[in-house]
């Protein structure tokens, strides 16, 4: 069974820092983009940010650009997030997904799946 | 940057009827679309990608529809395990949401 479980949430203060982990099994994790979803409280899906399969390639949303740094240990079927200079806005659950890509009748399409549980991070005074 | 609209924000609809999601895109994402169904306390779980083709396991009352920037997420004959928050997905954006909620 193809599954990512999430860990590394918790209460953090404004400016502080917290590390999320993702753990991945099933699936040959190497050869896939991952990415981080988050959803602050009661709102929708947001994007966070992205790396590919050798880390080559890292991507940031706007909002954590500059303060947030993802990565990966494909030994260890890992993927990380590094959250520093954390905002009351940053409280959400972080979700963990794989990303896969398709080609059908001629187009590229992506799509996320699977997804991790979530782990939430809360900056709070 | 391409934005994904979604509508209504919220549905209200009996078990056993119709109901159809509408997803927009500021530009022409040609079929390059997933929807998610999420349900209280879970995570999002692919039930379309590419427009219209259903994910592993996704029960067939569930269609998808579309190209360029309008798609409609379609679910016949809605059972009590259909009333969730649905998304559309777009490479790194999301519509805001449908919430689909018993009449």
């Known amino acids: 069974e193809e599954q990512l479980v999430e860990s590394g949430g918790g209460l953090v203060q404004p400016g502080g820092s917290l590390r999320l982990s993702c753990v991945a099994s099933?699936?040959?994790?190497?050869?896939?983009?991952m990415n981080w979803v988050r959803q602050a409280p009661g709102k929708g899906l947001e994007w966070v940010s992205s790396?590919?399969?050798?880390?080559?390639?890292?991507y940031y949303g706007d909002s954590v650009k500059g303060r947030f740094t993802i990565s990966r240990d494909n030994a260890k079927t890992s993927l990380f997030l590094q959250m520093d200079s954390l905002r009351v806005e940053d409280t959400a659950v972080y979700y963990c997904?794989?990303?896969?890509?398709?080609?059908?009748?001629?187009?590229?399409?992506?799509?996320?799946?699977?997804w991790g549980q979530g782990t939430l991070v809360t900056v709070s005074s | 940057e391409i934005v994904m609209t979604q509508s209504p924000a919220t549905l209200s609809v009996s078990p056993g009827e119709r109901a159809t999601l509408s997803c927009r895109a500021s530009?022409?994402?040609?079929?390059?679309l997933a929807w998610y169904q999420q349900k209280i306390g879970q995570a999002p779980r692919l039930l379309i990608y590419?427009?219209?083709t259903r994910a592993s396991g996704i029960p067939a009352r569930f269609s998808g529809n579309g190209s360029g920037t309008d798609f409609t997420l379609t679910i016949n004959s809605l059972q009590s395990e259909d009333f969730a928050v649905y998304h559309c997905?777009?490479?790194?954006?999301f519509g805001q949401g449908t919430k689909v909620e018993i009449k």
């Open positions: 997905h777009h490479l790194y954006v």
């Open positions: 530009q022409s994402i040609s079929s390059n």
């Open positions: 099933g699936f040959p994790f190497r050869s896939y983009t």
């Open positions: 590419g427009a219209s």
């Open positions: 997904a794989r990303d896969n890509v398709g080609r059908i009748r001629g187009v590229t399409h992506n799509w996320f799946d699977p």
């Open positions: 790396i590919t399969s050798s880390s080559a390639y890292l």
